[in-house]
């Protein structure tokens, strides 16, 4: 049979300090063909980043520049900085059949659900406002005011749960991580990615 299905692309999102970045590596490491966009971001390396392995380090130049020639998927400002898809990558490894996990802001999911409305769309929220307090404390990666910003964002952003196909609430990184990959198995079963295949099959291929 030569029919190959078309990768899946999986949005993972939710408020800052909700757990993202732990979970989508947990899963990363249990599903290791599963392709990872780098983003680009004119934000500033934290200790121990590597540039083209977290993320692809952009003056606002060059991020601008990015925009200008459509080369990002979707984008977006978060608290300052410039956050972005390489579109390039993403649109190849789906056509190639293979999976593409995006870890990406609540405003970037959002458009992509727009050109990308097949994509699966996972929103992580935090077990609670005081835990998510917390976990951006404890990660020492952040002044107070950037801490105090983001925590008063994150009310707010928990109203976009409903755009989502899915809610995982994150207690524990180790079982939110193996429900996401059960939904992964699971979504590449759905009857409308499967069309290919039933077709060819009925003619006989
Ligand atoms: P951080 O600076 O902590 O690495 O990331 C800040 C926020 O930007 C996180 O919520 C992260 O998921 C988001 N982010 C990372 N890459 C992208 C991207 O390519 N696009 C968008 N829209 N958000 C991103």
Redesign the pocket.
Known sequence: MTTVQQGLLLV?????GAG??TICNLLREQMPELGY?I???T?QP?VGEVDGK??FFKTVEQFKEMIAKSE?L???E??G?F????RQFVMNQLQDGKDVL????????L?VKKSFPEGVFVFIVPPSLKVLSERLHGRG??TEEVIQKRLSCTVDELGYAPAYDYVLVNEVAEAEADKLLSIMKAERNRSSRKQQIVDSIKAGK
């Open positions: 993972v999102s939710g408020p800052s993202k970045g966009s983003s680009a971001t934000r934290r977290n993320y990002l979707e984008y977006a978060v608290y900085n956050y972005g898809t390489p995006l870890e990406i802001d609540i405003q970037g999911a458009q990666t952040d």
